[in-house]
C-alpha cells in the first residue's frame, strides 16, 4: 500500500505544480478560470449556456471547454451562445487534470479571454481531487438530487467557493427542504455562498457570470476552511483514485489521446 501511495500523491503533486503555473499563465494575460463541478444530470450544461449568452449580450470575451467521456453534444449546446467553444473527449478518463486543460488550451484560446468556464467531467468525485489552475471553483446540484448531497461529497462541496442550486423552478414538486441542504454545505464549508438558480425560469440569471467577473476582477474568492490540496490527497488515499498519465503526456503537453481534439464554434 505505501507504494501507491506514493504513487498517488506523486501524482497529485505534480498537478498541484502544473495547476500553479497554468494559474500563473492565464492570469498574466488576464484570463480567470472558472471549475464547474457536478453530477450528471445536474444542469450545468443548461445554466452555463445560459450564462454564455449573457455574457456575449454584456460583450464580456468568455470561452468555454466542455469535458465529456464521449460526444460532443454539450458543446454544440454551448456553441449555440456564439462564443467560443471547445470538446475535450477524454477517452473514459473520469476528470480533467492541469497539464490536459493547459495542452487543449494551447493554439485555441483567444487571447482576450476574460472568462474561461471549464464544464468538468460529471462526477463529484475525481474531478474534487484536481486542481485545474482555476480562479473559481464553483459546484452545482440540482433540487432532484438531495438534501445530503454535501455530506456524501464532502471534498467537492468543502473546497467549493461558490455552490448553485439548479433547477430551483421544481424545488416544491420534489420536495427538497431548503434549510436541510444549506445547513448540510455549511457543516462542510462554513460561509460558502450558495445561490439558487433555474436556468428555464431565469432564477439566479446572471449570478454565476458576476461573481465570475468579480474574481477576474480582483475581488478575493471565498477560502473554504478545508484545504483544497490537504483535502484532495487525502480524498484521493482514502479512494485509490489517483491517476498517472506520466506516459501519456509531458509537463506541457495536452493529453495524448487517439481522437483529435473537437473543435466547436469559435
Known amino acids: 500500500m505505501c507504494r501507491v501511495t506514493d504513487l498517488q500523491q506523486a501524482v ?42 449573457l455574457a456575449r449580450e454584456r460583450g464580456v470575451a468568455v470561452a468555454a471547454l466542455t469535458a465529456d467521456l464521449a460526444t460532443e453534444n454539450d458543446a454544440r449546446r454551448l456553441a449555440r451562445s456564439g462564443v467560443p467553444c471547445k470538446q475535450v473527449l477524454t477517452d473514459g478518463l473520469c476528470h480533467l487534470e492541469a497539464d490536459m486543460l493547459a495542452g487543449h488550451l494551447t493554439g485555441w484560446l483567444p487571447r482576450d479571454t476574460r472568462l474561461l468556464f471549464v464544464e468538468n467531467v460529471g462526477n463529484l468525485v475525481c474531478p474534487a481531487s484536481y486542481d485545474l489552475g482555476e480562479s473559481l471553483r464553483v459546484v452545482l446540484a440540482s433540487v432532484t438530487e438531495g438534501e445530503d448531497k454535501p455530506l456524501k461529497y464532502p471534498t467537492a462541496f468543502g473546497t467549493a467557493q461558490l455552490v448553485l442550486v439548479t433547477k430551483e423552478d421544481i424545488a416544491e414538486a420534489v420536495g427538497f427542504d431548503r434549510d436541510a441542504f444549506l445547513a448540510a454545505v455549511h457543516q462542510v464549508n462554513p460561509g460558502v455562498e450558495v445561490v439558487f438558480t433555474s ?68
Do not use: I, Y
Open 199 to 266: 436556468a428555464r425560469a431565469g432564477a439566479g440569471a446572471g449570478a454565476l457570470l458576476d461573481r465570475a467577473l468579480a474574481v477576474a476582477d480582483g475581488a478575493a474568492a471565498h477560502r473554504p476552511v478545508m484545504d483544497r490540496r490537504t483535502a484532495a490527497h487525502g480524498h484521493a488515499h482514502e479512494h485509490g483514485h489517483a491517476h498517472d498519465h506520466s506516459h501519456e503526456h509531458g509537463p506541457d503537453q495536452g493529453l495524448s489521446h487517439p481522437h483529435a481534439p473537437a473543435h466547436v464554434g469559435g
Open 12 to 53: 497529485l503533486a505534480r498537478n498541484d505544480s502544473r495547476a500553479e503555473h497554468l494559474r500563473a499563465e492565464l492570469a498574466a494575460r488576464g484570463t480567470a478560470t472558472v471549475n464547474l463541478l457536478s453530477s450528471p444530470g445536474s444542469g450545468k450544461t443548461a445554466l452555463l449556456e445560459a450564462e454564455l449568452a
